[in-house]
């Protein structure tokens, strides 16, 4: 659900001294929360309408360099201000803050027009483009991600080695492993949900030390905003307890990577759900297989938005539950796109190639495009795969590298006429520095690897 605070219940906080900060915050390219804490009694008394901030907030890197190149900001523009729009249906309480509210905002340019490449904007367009066409998407992210007993503080200082997993074997669904886990992860479940988001459960996932948090299924924008809060919160209420998390999709080579697997579903506008067929052998309607058939189709293109870093495609390692085929199957987890809840309403198509480093906008706008221009296109749906996909051969696969897929979004017709050819063009730019700044720098393993023998 969208943020469980009025602005009038706000004000009532503010005043009885329970909330002394507000956090306003827009999204950034990297999936960040970006933004201002207001002091709460400023925002209360006309703060909340809209603040600025500088564009160049969608034009950096992870590293907040000032990357050039990019058409809406650079110098020759003079690095301006865009508007901060607070949505106040997201505003909500922050309980492992002291005193401290938050609200989320919509980038928008100096006439109030939305600007394109902003990724709440990107999805929010989606979204209307799929209500127009009658359908609500519905959509739920699983975030994985590690833990460890080192502080962010520590990791520095040691230049991040030493990395200790708070487990020592894997952990997948262990109860007496979590339980050892619980300062952390009970914070995380009850202060998440005390900020207004469903959270359904924790558990140990397949790796020592490695965790996911499922949290409720919702509307497309609504899951975006939930997915970037409490990977937020998670980062946050980790380093208040000493410890620190990586979302990173593969931090270790050895070890198996973090997802943030999507599912989604379309319903029509009187709540019925679009994908379901009970005549049909999996259960699925006609759109829903358009659907699907639109996310095969452009599998190989939307790879940027779901793999954003050259260390993403480390996470495509053959018998670690990441998959390698963009191919669809039911209930197989070798497989690109699983479909599950056969058979009932709750039918639904499940992308596996998306890590746990992703933007959620881009990541729900790429999947939705797709799906979308499968409808209007009537695309067939090809057979089913069945077995392991990982020794399938002769079968579209996932790409290598981010500079395969940067330039299969470069020359994509459909993500430019969805987003837009600046959007793309955008993204795509964003991708070759990505490569750039990877190639440039020599590593601890060509160090280890070369230095006494070559």
Known sequence: MPG????????????????????????????????KRFHAQFFVDGGWEETHCCNYLLAVDMEMNTVQGY????????????????????????PWLEGTAMVLGDTLDHHHNPVPHAPRNILKKQVERARAMGFDAMMATELEFY??????????DSNFTGLKAVSAYNEDYHIFQTTKEEDVMRAVRNGLYGAGITIENSKGEADAGQEEVNYKYSDALDTADNHTIVKHGIKEIAWSKGKS???????????????????????????????????????????MKHYVAGQLAYA???????????????????????????????????????????????????????????????????LL????????????????????????????????????AAELLNGSAMYRKAFGDDVVDHY???????????????TDFEIQRLLERA
Not at 6 to 31: F, S
Not at 76 to 90: A, F, V
Not at 428 to 442: K, M, Y
């Open 71 to 94: 058409k809406s900001s650079n110098w020759q523009t003079g690095y301006g201000d865009y508007i901060l729009k607070t949505d106040m249906s997201t505003l909500r309480r922050v």
């Open 428 to 442: 795509h730019h964003a991708a070759r520095w990505e490569i750039s700044e990877t190639d440039r720098v020599v």
């Open 147 to 156: 833990l460890f007993e080192n502080s962010y503080e520590s990791l520095r």
């Open 4 to 35: 469980n605070m009025t602005l009038a219940e706000l004000k009532a906080a503010v005043k009885a001294g329970e909330i002394d900060t507000v956090l306003v915050a827009g999204i950034d390219m990297q999936g960040r929360l970006m933004g």
């Open 369 to 404: 495009a797709a799906g979308l221009d499968g409808i209007e296109q009537k695309l067939e749906l090809e057979p089913e795969m069945q077995g392991d996909m990982y020794t399938a051969g002769d079968v579209r696969e996932i790409p290598h590298n981010l500079r395969q």
């Open 245 to 287: 998390v990586t979302f990173m999709a593969k931090y270790d080579h050895r070890k198996a990577g973090s997802s943030s697997h999507c599912h989604q579903s379309l319903w029509t506008l009187d709540g019925k759900p679009a994908f379901f067929d009970d005549k049909d052998k999996h259960g699925m309607s006609q759109i």
């Open 300 to 366: 190989r293109e939307m790879t940027v938005f779901l793999a954003p870093y050259v260390n993403s495609y480390k996470r495509f390692t053959i018998g670690m539950f990441a998959p390698t085929k963009a191919v669809w199957s039911a209930d197989n987890r070798t497989a690109g796109f699983r479909i599950c809840g056969e058979h009932t309403k709750a039918i639904r198509v499940e992308c596996r190639i998306p890590g746990s480093d992703v933007n959620p906008y881009l990541t729900c706008a790429a």
